[in-house]
Each structure stands twice: as structure tokens, then as C-alpha cells.
């Protein structure tokens, strides 16, 4: 059986989901952000034997879905299909057992890492860095993200569900750092889906005319450091690039899962 959950389903389904905390922190972070009554998310959930089997987390375009194995359920594509979604993403087991039911996507194949230390580099200062806080910062953020060529989730978005997804994740539901240069933001690093034990960390990107000068380290440091040592929580965060995932490792994180994003095929 799948349902749509509700607030009663709260401590149940987070139980279930926090078998695998990093994996689901999507998932969990959607429930304590938009609740189970919000019209930009929605959560389902499958039962086998009265017990949770698979969840499922829509918010706005992106749809997550985590299950105990990839036995997959063909009632969950009618499911999907009643929303206007760009990316299905989750382990890649799980994706692997749902793309051959999609006919409109194709993969894109990523690491999934974790971190929960993080020593301080004594030479990277953080003077300049900025917390976001307002939409017009937001939207400065967007001009960035957008001018990169591998963030294709961002091109896939307009600026105002951007900006309204940025600050969603501010404010205790996640934080986005930036160094502003000659009026525009020219290097970025966001943590979205902020729980009680774990975040997300995306929009990792430097300006090309900016690079070489250490901004982006700058960012990406000044975030890790504020939420491994500070906050004391797990940072996650997946990659396609093999340069990106050495200088992850350099910095403590370590592989835990390969993760799949199933993208709509805009043509």
C-alpha cells in the first residue's frame, strides 16, 4: 500500500528514515522544513506488512526516493507522474530498478560523501565571507550559479524558484556563504536540507574571472569548518568530477554510496 503521510506519521517515518541519517537527509529535512501539508512538498510512504518499505519526498521539482531495497513497486511511477518533476534522485540501486519505468530521463551517475571532521587550515582567513540573508543576495547568488556550465540543476530552475529555494534553506534550514567582489557575488558554497544531524552541501562554484586567487576555498572552508566544528553535524555532498572528489577527500570527506539523479530530458 502507498499513501500520502500525514503529521501523525511523523515519528514513524523518521524513524525509518533515520536507519541511514546522510542517505535520507533530503527526505528528513523536507518533513521538519515544510511539514506533510505544504503545496511545494509532499511526502508518500510504502507499506509492506504495516511496515515502512520506501518513502518518497517531492519538493517543487525534485522528487527523492529511498527504499529498504530495490524491489520496486510499479504503482509509485503513476505517483511521480502527478507531478511536474525535473530530477528523481537516490542510491543508485534504487534509480537503477525505477529509470527503466521512466521514458523521459537519462542518469547522471555521482558520489555520495560524508564528513564529520574537519581540521582548520590555519592560512585560509575568512575575512569578507558573507551569510545570505535577503532575496537580493539570493538572487545575486542565482547570477553566479548560473554561469556555470556543470550546475545544470540551477539552469533548470527560474530565478524566483531559486531565490524562494535559497530562502527556504537559510534561517536554521540551511545556510549559504559568499564573497562579494566589484558588486556581484563571485564565489559560493550552500548547505540546504539542514536537520538536527546533518546537511547538504551544494553550489560550490568560483567565477571564472575570480579563480586562482583562493575565494572558493575561502567559502567552502569557512562552511565546513561552521558546521563540522560549530554546529557539530554531518556535511554530505555528492560529485561527478574527479578533482572535486580529491579535493573533497582532502578535506575529510569519505565515500559512502553512489547516488543517482534521474533527469528529465528537456528536449
Known amino acids: 500500500m502507498i499513501r500520502k503521510l500525514t503529521e501523525k506519521d511523523r515519528d514513524a517515518v ?11 537527509l533530503y527526505i528528513v529535512g523536507d518533513i521538519k522544513n515544510f511539514g506533510f501539508d505544504n503545496p511545494d512538498s509532499t511526502i508518500y510512504a510504502e507499506f509492506r506488512n504495516n511496515d515502512y518499505y520506501a518513502v518518497m519526498s517531492r519538493n517543487l521539482s525534485h522528487i527523492v526516493y529511498y527504499a529498504k531495497d ?5 504503482e509509485w511511477i503513476d505517483i511521480f507522474k502527478r507531478y511536474d518533476y525535473l530530477f528523481i534522485s537516490g ?16 542518469e547522471d551517475r555521482l558520489e555520495f560523501m560524508r564528513s564529520t571532521t574537519f581540521k582548520k587550515d590555519v592560512d585560509v582567513d575568512y575575512e569578507g565571507i558573507e551569510v545570505l540573508q535577503t532575496e537580493e543576495d539570493a538572487g545575486l547568488v542565482y547570477d553566479l550559479l548560473n554561469t556555470i556550465d556543470e ?25 549559504t556563504v559568499f564573497y562579494r567582489e566589484d ?29 586562482e586567487r583562493g575565494l572558493g576555498k575561502k567559502v567552502l572552508h569557512y562552511l565546513v569548518d561552521f558546521y563540522v566544528n560549530h554546529k557539530e553535524k554531518t556535511l554530505c555532498l555528492y560529485y561527478d568530477d574527479p578533482r572535486a572528489g580529491a579535493l573533497y577527500e582532502k578535506l575529510g570527506f569519505v565515500a559512502i554510496d553512489d547516488w543517482i539523479m534521474l533527469i528529465k530530458d528537456s528536449k
Open 151 to 175: 550546475l545544470d540543476s540551477v539552469k533548470r530552475k527560474t530565478k524566483e524558484e531559486f531565490v524562494k529555494y535559497l530562502m527556504d534553506n537559510s534561517n536554521g534550514n540551511g545556510t
Open 183 to 211: 558588486g556581484k557575488v563571485v564565489a559560493n558554497a550552500s548547505a540546504v536540507g539542514e536537520t538536527k544531524r546533518t546537511a547538504m552541501i551544494v553550489g560550490v562554484a568560483t567565477d571564472p574571472n575570480y579563480r
Open 14 to 24: 523518521l524513524a525509518f528514515l533515520y536507519q541511514e541519517p546522510e542517505i535520507n
Open 91 to 106: 542510491k543508485a540501486p534504487l534509480m537503477k530498478a525505477i529509470s527503466p519505468h521512466l521514458e523521459d530521463v537519462y
Open 70 to 74: 530495490s524491489d520496486f513497486n510499479l
